[in-house]
């Protein structure tokens, strides 16, 4: 155990002078989020809403003062159906709602049929418009319980948290957090490996008596370590410099971060298996982690991945990571919360563990 | 490699000479305990290699040809980390004065020059205080000063008791630095002695070329005009 410490400390202590290393760990990611916490998304999500009265009665007036109070929408009551859903498709409006001429509130009657709410999305505006559609069924929900006397089945706290403006760089963070601990896990691993396999460096330690598996759980510890030290840079940055705001628990958070680390690695390892070359580790690499970064919800909600690419996009390990990292971070889900997050890394891990197993080589 | 016999004397100096391709880096790899030999027996330090590879590891220095050291690491830290390997404590920086490189600890090892880095692969090679050292093509490519700067080095660590193997396409080198020779062709071994005794064999054969007398060659003049110190690259 000594030797695995003592090598994994002069692991980190070369890693401190490895620029590259350093800039895509540390700098990339954090540019990452300035860019986009500076650029136009800095403020909140302000979602445009045009509310199209057709029954103008006390009901739905004081339907739409609810609406108003609500900080992330931006209502416009003035317009009519036909005239909005113009505006709408020329992207001046994010959501058109309308409110049928028969609104009421007031508890259905069994058979009866209840008013409809139309609204009106533009397809093009998936993130606006996702946010929004949150809000609004949020909204009927409440009113609809406050009504119908039952007790709420959706739990209030979360609805509080979607109803705070939710800045886009909050969306962000850990979304980039996932991305940051996959290319700890697939690059890190294989660029290094394979250079220095290709170098010799593994053969000349091989020729000294250090057992294989010392070796291996030097480098592992040392990228597990990295891993929480990354998680935590990365969100201390995030919240003094750019104001982002983390509801979830830190523990939760590292917890998260570090199972997710170890899937990659695990990953980084099997591929690393199946290469000679650093050209191959090149296009490798880029063939195990482009596609997660766009299916994955690193930058943007999965609600904008193209309905076919959904059912693989649903259970890549990106995916798990950033949907449990986001909802400790956004909506203060705890772990018990991201149990099917949770549940999906365990077993990314077992599987990339044998590939692991089965593929890696040393020489 | 066929009927590949030999026996290296305590506190010898041994060369394996042959061309490429002859086996000299499979005959070393065997006996490192790097690869397995398909039959034969193979001792080195009293430790069966194929019984106790690791054994044989812990009691050996190797120096491996086209072998590196990992990056972003000082060339103190590369000693530190061996030492580790081998779950030894050293002073390294007295590992680094044995091999002149006290002055580069903190410089990292990919910044040095292929002399330097060569000295840097031998003291790394003698943080466990192998009894037997193993260099495989030392001074390839290392410039005369940093050759003959590598052969004092080589006797010094042999004055110190430990037994050096080394292979090279240097007959020169041989001849000026080992105590016998082993030369392999096709994976036998075709002679094995000391070096004036193989000439003198040689010569008992009727072999004969021109004579001719020089007072001195083109290393010396060499060395006249550029002198012994060793050269920053």
Excluded at chain 2, 95 to 119: F, N, P, T
Aim: aromatic residues 8%; neutral net charge; contains cysteine.
């Amino acid at each position: 155990m000594g030797q695995i410490l003592g090598y994994t400390a002069l692991l980190l202590r070369a890693y401190t002078r490895d620029r590259t290393a350093l800039f895509f760990g540390f700098l990339f990611p954090l540019l990452f989020m300035a860019l986009f916490g500076v650029l136009n998304f800095g403020g909140s999500v302000r979602v445009d809403l045009a509310v199209v009265d057709e029954a103008k009665n006390d009901q739905s007036a004081s339907f739409i003062a609810t609406l108003q109070k609500i900080e992330t929408l931006r209502i416009t009551t003035a317009g009519e159906r036909d005239a909005e859903v113009v505006k709408l498709t020329a992207g001046d409006r994010d959501l058109v709602l309308v409110i049928p001429s028969d609104f009421r509130i007031a508890p259905a009657r069994p058979g009866a049929t209840v008013p409809t709410l139309t609204l009106y999305e533009n397809s093009a505006q998936a993130e606006t418009g996702a946010v929004g559609r949150a809000i609004l069924s949020a909204v009927v929900n409440e009113l609809s319980f406050a009504v119908t006397q039952t007790a709420p089945v959706v739990s209030v706290k979360r609805e509080e948290v979607t109803g705070r403006s939710l800045k886009y760089v909050d969306f962000l963070t850990p979304g980039i957090l996932g991305m940051t601990i996959m290319q700890l896990g697939i690059s890190s691993v294989a660029f290094a490996f394979v250079a220095e396999r290709q170098r010799g460096v593994i053969r000349r330690i091989m020729a000294t008596p250090i057992p294989r598996r010392n070796y291996i759980a030097a480098h592992v510890l040392q990228r597990l370590i990295l891993a929480v030290v990354q998680v935590l840079i990365l969100l201390a940055v995030a919240v003094f410099a750019f104001k982002v705001t983390v509801v979830g628990g830190l523990g939760s958070l590292l917890l998260v971060a570090i199972l997710g680390a170890v899937v990659f690695l695990c990953l980084g390892f099997a591929v690393t298996g199946l290469l000679a070359t650093e050209n191959q580790a090149a296009v490798a690499t880029q063939i195990v982690t482009l596609p997660q970064l766009f299916l994955s919800g690193v930058f943007f909600s999965r609600d904008a991945v193209p309905a076919f690419l959904k059912p693989v996009a649903d259970y890549l390990p990106l995916t798990f990571l950033n949907d449990a990292l986001r909802d400790i971070a956004t909506t203060g889900a705890t772990l018990v919360d991201v149990g099917g997050d949770i549940i999906g890394l365990v077993v990314w891990a077992v599987v990339s563990f044998i590939l692991a197993y089965r593929l890696f080589r040393l020489d | 490699m066929d009927g590949v016999t030999f026996d290296v004397a305590e506190r010898e100096i041994f060369a394996l000479l042959g061309p490429n391709g002859a086996g000299k880096t499979t005959t070393v790899e065997i006996l490192e305990g790097l690869r397995e030999a398909d039959s034969g027996t193979a001792r080195v330090a009293g430790v069966d290699v194929r019984k106790d590879p690791s054994g044989v590891k812990e009691r050996i220095g190797v120096q491996l040809q086209q072998s590196a050291f990992p990056e972003n690491f000082v060339a103190r830290e590369i000693v530190d980390l061996f030492a580790l390997f081998y779950r030894k404590r050293v002073d390294s920086m007295a590992i680094l004065r044995s091999v002149g490189l006290e002055d580069k600890a903190d410089q990292k090892q990919e910044k040095l020059s292929g002399g330097q880095r060569q000295r840097l692969s031998i003291a790394v090679a003698l943080v466990n205080e192998p009894q037997v050292l193993f260099l495989d093509e030392p001074t390839t490519g290392l410039d005369p000063q940093a050759r003959r700067n590598l052969w004092e080095l080589v006797r010094a660590i042999r004055a110190r008791g430990t037994t050096v193997f080394l292979t090279t396409h240097y007959l020169d080198e041989a001849e000026a630095l080992c105590d016998r020779v082993a030369i392999m062709d096709g994976g036998r071994i075709v002679a094995l002695d000391s070096p004036p005794a193989l000439i003198q064999a040689l010569l008992g054969r009727g072999f004969s070329k021109p004579i001719v007398q020089q007072q001195a060659n083109l290393d010396d003049v060499f060395l006249d005009l550029t002198g012994h110190a060793l050269r920053e690259e």
